[in-house]
């Protein structure tokens, strides 16, 4: 049976994880367009009123963030992951289907790299983003 959040959101998870703008989402971020995975799931995002808000409002911050990098604003990136770990850390290991424990390790590898090099003064380094799967 549904419970009464459910029912007051209109959806469950199942249908949240079922819809193909998280997928679009997951395959523009695997395929580095990180503004049009930014622009993808910030549709989902902008209806979303229940639990899983905060998760897309990470990811989101995740990618712009990787945007932010390929244009060479590697303060931007820092910031913007920063956020969007904070937001989608309570949510691993797996949330609507989608592994988080790995993607999250391999982001934050990312974020203390940057910030050595932006603390050292040395070029930045080649930071190759982490992919995001879905899980049955």
Known sequence: PLSELQVVLGKTSMEAQDDPRLQKGIDEFNQQLFFECHETLEEIWLEERGEDRKFYQGIIQIAAGYFKLQQGV???????????????????????????????????????????????????????????????
Do not use: C, H
């Open 74 to 136: 590697p303060a931007g990136a820092i910031k913007l992951w920063r956020m969007g770990l904070e937001k989608i850390e309570p949510y691993s290991p797996v949330y609507l289907g989608v592994e988080l424990a790995s993607f999250t390790a391999a982001v934050k590898r990312n974020l203390d790299e940057l910030e050595t090099v932006q603390k050292t003064g040395t070029d930045s380094p080649a930071v190759a983003a982490p992919t995001l799967y879905r899980v049955s």
